[in-house]
């Protein structure tokens, strides 16, 4: 299986930008994030402590509708979590963040947006990075789907999405923590359990180390481990004047 | 409303002075076009377009639909253009701006009601079905002369997209796959486009193709719009300071000639993206028959 | 925290407030001091409203309540309430674009749109009734459901994802059978007439086979609006719950389709409507996170690991979080994080259809466990209510 690709900082005017190409299902998102910034006539974004994390999911080839208000809710609040929203400068601002979705299918109405949702998250939390939004700890998500035979495919594509009996999408953070769980179908509690198992070990890998876990393109490769090598990818190539003089 | 960040009066001043001695900021002649790069995605359809730091991305969708009950014989074809935080933090994701309506309404005129997509070749069955073209444009950054960007980027995309084949057999619609038979191409009547123009001191300068600053720093603009006969399509002098009538007419013809380049850069790029798919092609799609047997299990 | 010290201490004279202004001035103190009373009183743990941490509001169903609708229901959940009512209309095949389209795969295995063929029964229910969009639901927030509502706001967007997610619930349990929502038509087989519309609904082999094959006509499309007219917190439960009671409530009126008229034809004798039968009774049961220390997750410079998150929090022996059921306005008002169950009993074994956690890192297996038994509770309370009802 090809593992995703990423890049950070590929646009100009945005703060921080990345994209995130997931092979397995197709799905290519560009993201895009501006903070802190002022959020000028609107009252609800002034929270005399916090930062508003703003999000807005725009799909590729339709006019955005509930189902991307529903998504964006849901980023809101797992990407909102790891935002440290109190530090200096950031009360009464906004962290803007704009997912684009330029490349796989678009998400039927009513269908859920579980399929997408990693390359969502993976795509905003890179984009945060790039643009040096504080954030108490990274994050690391996964589709899990389960088939009629009882058995747990990650990555499903979305026509074996619509067949999976049901879906489940997890993010874990970098300290093992669970920020997100979406199941979807019709399962019970000791599957749901067998899931979360799993998901821990494509997330945080075996080795539970990002340093280990850096086979190329390898299934062994967790999928923390490749957040961060993308961003330390980044930070070799911007400090690379720096790098060279030592 | 948050807004772009204001020229200063020094940066102004400097740009009109360079302007007075011929120079631009970047050195470019006045009808002189930034660095153009135009790539395109693995599907069809998908442009990936720069003009100097300005970056759309336009995606062509095709679905089949029931046509209007006035035209039965017309397909639909769209433009859709929503500006987001993304391109330039002064844009609000999902409320439209001036900057949306004008550049939109530019599309519009240029492309879709000069009909350069025919829309009656996108008929299926009279007054029953007929497929619906749908452009979007993503702005991914702004600096400058979006409405020539995403123009060049909707015609790159439609003359690259391919729709899936459709024919009528007892009454019922069959669409095949993409690798079942060779998706069909576009028809396109005539190959228009935008070019913008900028006007300083005056109207006595006139520049092609302004940067964000430069187009900060203007008094006026003019849109035209042209295919490579040299036929008008679209000329637009909406607002800001008069331009002499006959420059009008000169920048009308350097225009044609820029429009006949431009065809002519795209032309090449869709030549070499075509022959790169011929060659991979029989690959790609023995591969892609494959997957899909497996997936229906 | 000088506030919420003092909030434990009831010995400081000076903090003579009555309650309901302490309430509005600290909220997070007051429900904590209700949650963890000092040692030396002798008080339970109980939530500022009263109830236990895993007791939900209670709850009243009334269906039927609306005349001019197919179904109807009010649901009541402490003071969030919530009206639904369930409109059908009819929708001709042939105003539907994609009726008479087939992708060639389908068209080659003879398995056209109009017929099951090898698809099992479930597969095509999920093609026609999300294909086609048969079932549309609607929330709106009324003004003045709670504060902060103001007359002639385009829909919150608590309003448009809780539509979404009632749709994609909907979907996933596929409550509404698409047998239930089609019109169908047996053509009368004569070999020599011309159907008129030939080219509505034949396929092809049936033309090989001679007997023409049934076809439908039309189909239901379900018009499922909700308003909630008061809002205290958890929205979702109130508003499925109602969706749940008026599909229950939801008859249809017997239709056919007419050959002559060409047209679809219903009957207006009560007694020939039928009800819809649904598939299952989910039941959906939210619930939140208070946590003592709201800003933990902030203050602290590394964040421990969740194993440590665990230990220290047997350590520290006090709670430091709770679990609040069925949350009230106030109480959504005080916590991040939240978790939505929902779950059917089937022959008594429990089916998790949905569940959801997002907006913190407290909750993990262990609690979502015990949130999957609660909830099965639940749904034999709901189940009785709705029965009643």
């Given at each position: 299986m090809v593992g995703p690709t990423a890049s950070l900082?590929?646009?100009?005017?945005?703060d921080g930008s990345a994209t995130y190409k997931c092979p397995a299902t197709g799905y290519t998102i560009l993201s895009a994030v501006n903070g802190p910034v002022e959020l000028p006539g609107?009252?609800?974004?002034?929270?005399p402590e916090d930062a508003t994390v703003e999000v807005f999911v725009k799909p590729g080839t339709t006019t955005g509708g509930v189902g991307e208000r529903a998504i964006e809710t849901t980023l809101k609040s797992v990407l909102g979590d790891i935002v440290?929203?109190?530090?200096?400068?950031?009360?009464?601002?906004g962290v803007v963040l704009t997912l684009n979705i330029v490349g796989g299918e678009n998400v039927e109405?009513?269908?859920?947006y579980l399929t997408l949702l990693p390359a969502l998250l993976h795509a905003g939390l890179l984009a945060m990075i790039s643009a040096s939004i504080p954030l108490s700890m990274t994050l690391s998500a996964v589709l899990l789907g389960v088939t009629d035979s009882g058995e747990i495919v990650q990555n499903p594509s979305p026509a074996a999405a619509k067949s999976a009996v049901s879906l489940h999408v997890l993010a874990i953070s970098?300290?093992?923590?669970?920020l997100l769980n979406q199941s979807r179908g019709r399962f019970d509690f000791d599957t749901w359990e067998l899931i979360r198992a799993r998901a821990l070990s494509i997330c945080q890998g075996a080795a539970n180390d990002g340093d280990v876990a850096?086979?190329?393109?390898?299934?062994?490769?967790s999928v923390n481990g490749f957040i961060r090598e993308t961003a330390e990818d980044q930070i070799y190539s911007a400090y690379a004047h720096k790098l060279d003089s030592i | 409303m948050s807004k772009e960040a204001q020229l200063s009066v020094a940066e102004r001043d400097f740009i009109l002075e360079a302007l007075r001695q011929d120079v631009r900021l970047d050195g470019r002649k006045p009808d002189e076009y930034r660095p153009l790069d135009i790539s395109f995605g693995e599907e069809y359809g998908h442009v990936n377009l720069q003009l100097g730091k300005t970056h759309v991305i336009v995606r062509i969708s095709a679905e089949v639909t029931k046509p209007r009950d006035d035209r039965p014989f017309d397909g639909l074809f769209n433009i859709n253009m929503e500006l987001t935080?993304?391109?330039?933090?002064?844009w609000e994701s999902g409320r439209s701006n001036d900057l949306e309506a004008a550049v939109t309404h530019t599309l519009d005129r240029v492309i879709r009601h000069s009909n350069a997509?025919?829309?009656?070749?996108?008929?299926?069955?009279?007054?029953v079905s007929c497929w619906s073209i749908r452009a979007d444009v993503h702005v991914?950054?702004?600096?400058?002369?979006l409405t020539d960007a995403a123009c060049i980027a909707t015609m790159a995309g439609l003359q690259h997209f391919r729709r899936p084949d459709a024919v009528v057999r007892n009454g019922q619609v069959i669409v095949y796959g993409v690798e079942q038979r060779v998706p069909v191409a576009l028809n396109i009547t005539h190959k228009p486009l935008s070019v913008t123009f900028h006007t300083y001191n005056d109207s006595k300068h006139i520049i092609l193709d302004a940067t964000l600053k430069e187009e900060q720093a203007a008094e006026g603009d003019l849109v035209i719009g042209i295919n490579n006969a040299g036929d008008l399509c679209y000329v637009s002098k909406i607002q800001g300071a008069p331009v002499d009538a006959m420059a009008i007419v000169t920048k009308t013809s350097v225009a044609w000639e820029k429009v006949k380049t431009l065809n002519a850069t795209m032309d090449k790029v869709l030549q070499a993206d075509l022959a790169k798919r011929a060659k991979v092609g029989m690959a790609d799609e023995s591969r892609a028959t494959n997957d899909r047997e497996v997936q229906p299990e | 925290m000088a506030s919420s010290a003092a909030a434990s201490n009831?010995?400081?004279?000076?903090?003579?407030?009555?309650p309901s202004q302490f309430a509005r001035l600290q909220p997070h103190a007051y429900l904590l001091a209700h949650l963890s009373p000092?040692?030396?009183?002798?008080?339970?743990?109980?939530r500022a409203n009263g109830r236990a941490t895993s007791q939900f509001r209670v709850t009243s169903a009334n269906a039927g309540?609306?005349?001019?609708?197919?179904g109807s229901a009010v649901v009541r959940i402490g003071d969030t309430a919530a009206v639904c009512g369930v409109r059908a209309e009819l929708l001709h095949t042939?105003?539907?674009?994609?009726?008479s389209v087939s992708t060639a795969s389908e068209a080659e295995a003879g398995n056209t749109s109009q017929k099951g063929g090898s698809k099992t029964e479930d597969e095509e229910d999920r093609d026609h009734v999300q294909d086609l969009n048969l079932l549309v639901p609607n929330i709106s927030l009324s003004t003045?459901?709670?504060?902060?509502?103001?007359?002639?706001?385009?829909?919150s967007t608590l309003a448009q994802s809780l539509s979404h997610e009632i749709l994609s619930l909907l979907h996933t349990t596929r409550?509404?059978?698409a047998d239930d929502l089609r019109i169908w038509y047996q053509p009368p087989n004569l070999e020599s007439e011309e159907f008129r519309n030939a080219g509505e609904g034949m396929d092809v082999d049936s033309e090989q086979t001679g007997g023409p094959e049934p076809e439908i006509k039309a189909f239901w499309v379900l018009y499922i609006d909700i308003m909630?007219?008061?809002?205290?917190?958890?929205p979702f439960d109130a508003a499925w719950a109602s969706v749940l009671a008026a599909l229950r409530d939801t008859k249809l009126p017997k239709a056919w389709w007419d050959a002559d008229n060409e047209t679809v034809l219903c009957s207006?004798?009560?007694?020939d409507a039928q009800k819809l039968s649904l598939r299952g009774l989910p039941v959906s049961s939210s619930f939140c996170t208070f946590e003592a220390d709201a800003a933990a997750g902030w203050r602290s410079v590394v964040i421990p690991n969740a194993d440590e998150l665990k230990s220290q929090a047997q350590k520290q022996g006090?709670?430091?979080r709770w679990i609040l059921a069925d949350p009230d306005g106030y109480e959504e008002g005080l916590s991040q994080e939240r978790v939505c169950v929902v779950v059917d009993i089937e022959d008594g074994k429990t089916v998790i259809v949905k569940m959801e956690k997002h907006?913190?890192?407290?909750?993990?297996s262990d609690d979502l466990r015990q949130l999957v038994d609660v909830s099965a509770k639940r749904w034999h309370e709901m189940k009785r209510i709705l029965d009643q009802c």
């Amino acid at each position: 299986m090809v593992g995703p690709t990423a890049s950070l900082s590929i646009l100009q005017r945005a703060d921080g930008s990345a994209t995130y190409k997931c092979p397995a299902t197709g799905y290519t998102i560009l993201s895009a994030v501006n903070g802190p910034v002022e959020l000028p006539g609107r009252r609800d974004a002034l929270k005399p402590e916090d930062a508003t994390v703003e999000v807005f999911v725009k799909p590729g080839t339709t006019t955005g509708g509930v189902g991307e208000r529903a998504i964006e809710t849901t980023l809101k609040s797992v990407l909102g979590d790891i935002v440290l929203g109190r530090e200096k400068g950031f009360p009464r601002r906004g962290v803007v963040l704009t997912l684009n979705i330029v490349g796989g299918e678009n998400v039927e109405r009513g269908d859920s947006y579980l399929t997408l949702l990693p390359a969502l998250l993976h795509a905003g939390l890179l984009a945060m990075i790039s643009a040096s939004i504080p954030l108490s700890m990274t994050l690391s998500a996964v589709l899990l789907g389960v088939t009629d035979s009882g058995e747990i495919v990650q990555n499903p594509s979305p026509a074996a999405a619509k067949s999976a009996v049901s879906l489940h999408v997890l993010a874990i953070s970098s300290k093992d923590h669970l920020l997100l769980n979406q199941s979807r179908g019709r399962f019970d509690f000791d599957t749901w359990e067998l899931i979360r198992a799993r998901a821990l070990s494509i997330c945080q890998g075996a080795a539970n180390d990002g340093d280990v876990a850096m086979g190329e393109g390898t299934n062994t490769a967790s999928v923390n481990g490749f957040i961060r090598e993308t961003a330390e990818d980044q930070i070799y190539s911007a400090y690379a004047h720096k790098l060279d003089s030592i | 409303m948050s807004k772009e960040a204001q020229l200063s009066v020094a940066e102004r001043d400097f740009i009109l002075e360079a302007l007075r001695q011929d120079v631009r900021l970047d050195g470019r002649k006045p009808d002189e076009y930034r660095p153009l790069d135009i790539s395109f995605g693995e599907e069809y359809g998908h442009v990936n377009l720069q003009l100097g730091k300005t970056h759309v991305i336009v995606r062509i969708s095709a679905e089949v639909t029931k046509p209007r009950d006035d035209r039965p014989f017309d397909g639909l074809f769209n433009i859709n253009m929503e500006l987001t935080n993304m391109g330039s933090p002064a844009w609000e994701s999902g409320r439209s701006n001036d900057l949306e309506a004008a550049v939109t309404h530019t599309l519009d005129r240029v492309i879709r009601h000069s009909n350069a997509l025919d829309t009656e070749s996108l008929c299926i069955l009279k007054g029953v079905s007929c497929w619906s073209i749908r452009a979007d444009v993503h702005v991914l950054d702004y600096d400058g002369n979006l409405t020539d960007a995403a123009c060049i980027a909707t015609m790159a995309g439609l003359q690259h997209f391919r729709r899936p084949d459709a024919v009528v057999r007892n009454g019922q619609v069959i669409v095949y796959g993409v690798e079942q038979r060779v998706p069909v191409a576009l028809n396109i009547t005539h190959k228009p486009l935008s070019v913008t123009f900028h006007t300083y001191n005056d109207s006595k300068h006139i520049i092609l193709d302004a940067t964000l600053k430069e187009e900060q720093a203007a008094e006026g603009d003019l849109v035209i719009g042209i295919n490579n006969a040299g036929d008008l399509c679209y000329v637009s002098k909406i607002q800001g300071a008069p331009v002499d009538a006959m420059a009008i007419v000169t920048k009308t013809s350097v225009a044609w000639e820029k429009v006949k380049t431009l065809n002519a850069t795209m032309d090449k790029v869709l030549q070499a993206d075509l022959a790169k798919r011929a060659k991979v092609g029989m690959a790609d799609e023995s591969r892609a028959t494959n997957d899909r047997e497996v997936q229906p299990e | 925290m000088a506030s919420s010290a003092a909030a434990s201490n009831p010995t400081i004279p000076s903090l003579n407030l009555p309650p309901s202004q302490f309430a509005r001035l600290q909220p997070h103190a007051y429900l904590l001091a209700h949650l963890s009373p000092p040692a030396a009183s002798d008080q339970p743990s109980v939530r500022a409203n009263g109830r236990a941490t895993s007791q939900f509001r209670v709850t009243s169903a009334n269906a039927g309540s609306l005349t001019h609708t197919n179904g109807s229901a009010v649901v009541r959940i402490g003071d969030t309430a919530a009206v639904c009512g369930v409109r059908a209309e009819l929708l001709h095949t042939e105003d539907i674009a994609s009726w008479s389209v087939s992708t060639a795969s389908e068209a080659e295995a003879g398995n056209t749109s109009q017929k099951g063929g090898s698809k099992t029964e479930d597969e095509e229910d999920r093609d026609h009734v999300q294909d086609l969009n048969l079932l549309v639901p609607n929330i709106s927030l009324s003004t003045g459901c709670a504060p902060g509502f103001t007359p002639g706001a385009p829909p919150s967007t608590l309003a448009q994802s809780l539509s979404h997610e009632i749709l994609s619930l909907l979907h996933t349990t596929r409550l509404v059978k698409a047998d239930d929502l089609r019109i169908w038509y047996q053509p009368p087989n004569l070999e020599s007439e011309e159907f008129r519309n030939a080219g509505e609904g034949m396929d092809v082999d049936s033309e090989q086979t001679g007997g023409p094959e049934p076809e439908i006509k039309a189909f239901w499309v379900l018009y499922i609006d909700i308003m909630i007219i008061s809002l205290a917190g958890n929205p979702f439960d109130a508003a499925w719950a109602s969706v749940l009671a008026a599909l229950r409530d939801t008859k249809l009126p017997k239709a056919w389709w007419d050959a002559d008229n060409e047209t679809v034809l219903c009957s207006d004798n009560i007694s020939d409507a039928q009800k819809l039968s649904l598939r299952g009774l989910p039941v959906s049961s939210s619930f939140c996170t208070f946590e003592a220390d709201a800003a933990a997750g902030w203050r602290s410079v590394v964040i421990p690991n969740a194993d440590e998150l665990k230990s220290q929090a047997q350590k520290q022996g006090s709670q430091q979080r709770w679990i609040l059921a069925d949350p009230d306005g106030y109480e959504e008002g005080l916590s991040q994080e939240r978790v939505c169950v929902v779950v059917d009993i089937e022959d008594g074994k429990t089916v998790i259809v949905k569940m959801e956690k997002h907006g913190g890192w407290a909750v993990d297996s262990d609690d979502l466990r015990q949130l999957v038994d609660v909830s099965a509770k639940r749904w034999h309370e709901m189940k009785r209510i709705l029965d009643q009802c």
